[in-house]
């Protein structure tokens, strides 16, 4: 299963923080779940200044 993903990167970034506390222990799962690639979730939210906490399990 691949899903579309916001485009505005804000909402992006609210999206995958949501998905990562309510059902994904890492950004690694989540991807995997969900066909996505983790990297092109690292560049657009590292363009408004989000880095992957993995300790915390999301991006501030």
Request: charge should be negative.
């Amino acid at each position: 299963m691949s899903i579309q993903l916001p485009n505005d990167p804000a909402i992006l970034l609210s999206y995958i923080n949501t998905q990562l506390r309510d059902h994904y222990p890492s950004l690694e799962e989540l991807c995997a779940s969900l066909n996505l690639d983790a990297s092109v979730i690292c560049q657009k939210l590292d363009a408004i200044g989000y880095i992957y906490n993995s300790g915390l399990n999301q991006f501030q």
